[in-house]
């Protein structure tokens, strides 16, 4: 007999937000607090923006742990997350002040399987309160209480913290997902190593679920783009180096596939981790798309894949001609350039 769970409501609570949208007390001197079922745990006066910006981090953490956060900090411009991670999330774990001064408190987000687990540590108490809440139902409460603040005091730099959350959560199954194939690319700046300079960019490939994400090297990421018009076409593609998986990573991706006749397959690796994260198999009218290391797998009519990837590319090759570098890295912008608009014109053909 299955045992019965009680889900208890969790969410975060502003104590004078209708008299500051009245304009009877400041705005910084709101009280941030959690409800957790009929019990109210009050942090502290709080920045109320700091608070919101922090409870956006806790929602990143929420959907994919260090990851989110991660990528939280990326596509919003903190990018000091790639020269010092562990600063900012480490061991499975953040801690969040939520913008309090007085008191001021701090609570240890951890991942604990389906839960997302609150220690809460307040400065004139000793004693520690732990709270644990199913992170589905964290995320959607948390987006709710952003939602409501910004909507009377907007932010345009937490509203796009707030988007991107959204995306990450719709790609990870916790909010309804959109049943369209995309693949986004983001500009984030460059980066420098040594003489050599390299736009830096944050791709995400997904159908609904995400099957990949992370920073990619434009020109090589939209190489991996026409190999597979190339693949989806039917055409053949030149690799000078062995991409060829080590026989169990090819197993289990088999295995995920769930097909009969899987046809071949399409090693894509997305400046991912060798041997590549995300195979593409060529089964009737479809190319189906598997990650063996999260196990997700998607199925896209080839016609869809073909168009996002030609436009992706497309994208790709009017940014790489506003790089105001003449080399990208060892390569010449002009050189690079052309090289995939020849490539993409011969796929098309």
Not at 11 to 35: H, M, N, Q, Y
Not at 153 to 173: N, S, Y
Not at 248 to 268: C, I, R, T
Request: hydrophobic share 40%; aromatic share 10%; glycine share 8%.
């Amino acid at each position: 007999m299955a045992k019965e769970v009680n889900v208890v409501s969790f969410s975060f609570v502003f104590f004078g937000f209708e008299e500051a949208l009245r304009g009877e007390v400041p705005e910084d001197t709101l009280t941030i607090a959690i409800k957790h079922g009929d019990e109210i745990i009050p942090l502290g006066d709080c920045f109320t923006k700091d608070a919101v910006g922090d409870v956006i981090e806790a929602i990143a953490f929420a959907i994919n742990s260090c990851e989110g956060v991660k990528e939280l900090y990326l596509r919003s411009g903190r990018c000091g997350v790639l020269l010092f991670p562990g600063r900012y999330c480490r061991d499975n774990s953040i801690t969040l002040r939520l913008g309090t001064y007085e008191p001021m408190s701090h609570i240890r987000f951890k991942i604990r399987g389906d839960l997302l687990q609150l220690k809460i540590h307040r400065e004139n108490r000793k004693d520690l309160e732990t709270v644990e809440v199913p992170r589905e139902e964290f995320v959607s409460s948390s987006l709710a209480f952003v939602r409501s603040f910004l909507a009377k005091f907007p932010d345009e730099g937490l509203m796009r913290k707030v988007e991107i959350v959204e995306e990450m959560a719709r790609r990870k199954g916790l909010l309804p997902a959109e049943g369209k194939f995309e693949i986004k690319v983001e500009w984030l700046g460059e980066v420098k190593c040594g003489k050599e300079k390299f736009p830096l960019v944050y791709a995400v490939v997904s159908h609904g679920r995400e099957i990949f994400s992370g920073l990619v090297e434009p020109v090589a990421f939209a190489g991996d783009l026409i190999n597979l018009l190339k693949f989806s076409r039917g055409m053949e593609i030149r690799c000078e180096i062995d991409m060829t998986p080590h026989t169990d990573v090819l197993e289990k991706a088999l295995s995920l596939v769930e097909s009969d006749n899987p046809g071949n397959y399409l090693l894509l690796w997305f400046g991912g981790e060798w041997p590549g994260t995300v195979f593409v198999f060529n089964v009737d009218d479809e190319l189906v798309f598997v990650n063996t290391k999260t196990g997700s797998v998607i199925r896209v009519k080839k016609e869809e894949a073909e168009a996002v990837a030609v436009n992706v590319v497309r994208e790709i090759i009017r940014e790489l001609r506003k790089w105001n570098e003449e080399f990208i890295g060892p390569i010449r912008k002009k050189d690079a350039v052309s090289m995939l608009i020849g490539e993409l014109e011969g796929a098309l053909q």
